[in-house]
């Protein structure tokens, strides 16, 4: 074994040290570019495993990935509804801690919830956070797929104080947020085997709705003081969420350079859907901005 190849296997088994479950995942870089990481964060009841193949894609370009897993998820039902959205954010703070080690610059991208987590940690850590990648941000549930009764959501607050609902969950209907049919029914079946740290929990708990509207407001609210570069991602015709998330950070975030890209061909899970290798492109694209920025300036003899 080369001395090449024995550093390699020291940083794949110092980089592994940064997941906290079975769950979370890393991809170790290679040349240039593995010094800048990518932080993935998913969404409400989903698991690291659904930012896996964005990672993949991400890391064939050789960054260095890490796909973090949110506090009370990959779980049951009540470790879920325990859990709190301060300690969603804390879960990816602390793995922007420990997966800030082993890189120089990070870019966070989260889905659905998971963008308004990367929003949050980057307004909270400007300093740490060197872009952000958000896609399919959900400030609110206004897809066309939505049933009309979750308009009654901002009376769960009031339910939670009178202690109901605890156990309520709102499911979700087709399409899923997958437009793509065959892809559809095969995580609709992993949603339904009871395994949780497969493809998430089939609904969303009352409780849990209620945390995402609380970080949605607070990130709404800082939204002016974000500064790190922000590439938007939304499907034109996402179920889950409106376009109208995405021209929120476009309108509100003042402070920041956002860039808003706008898919044709798929639905609210766009890192597994048919506009899938788009998504990939363009955050590989953004990553290696943020890159080429961060890159030492050299004069005309390379010093």
Known sequence: MSAADGLVQIQQSSLQEVCLTPNEFVMPGEGPNARIGVLLIHGLTGTPAEMRLLGKGLNKQGFTIYGVQLAGHCAAMEDLVASRWTD????????????????????????????????????????KVAGVGALSTTFRY???????????AFLLPLFRLLGIGRNSVFMEAPPYGIKDEALRARVVEQMNSGDSSAAGLPGNPWWSVIELRALSTHVMKNLPQLRSPCLVLHAKEDDISSVSNAHDIERIAVNAK????????????????????TVIAKLNEFTARIAYAAAPVRGVNGQ
């Open 88 to 127: 969603w954010l804390s879960s990816v703070e602390s793995g922007l801690q420990r997966f800030g080690r082993h890189v120089d610059h990070v870019v966070v991208a989260g889905l659905s919830m998971g963008s308004l987590l990367s929003l949050a940690v980057a307004q909270k850590h400007p300093d």
């Open 142 to 152: 206004d897809g066309w797929s939505i049933p009309l009764y979750t308009r009654l």
């Open 258 to 277: 956002v860039e808003l890209v706008l898919l044709d061909n798929c639905y609210h899970m766009i890192t597994i859907d048919r506009e899938r290798r």
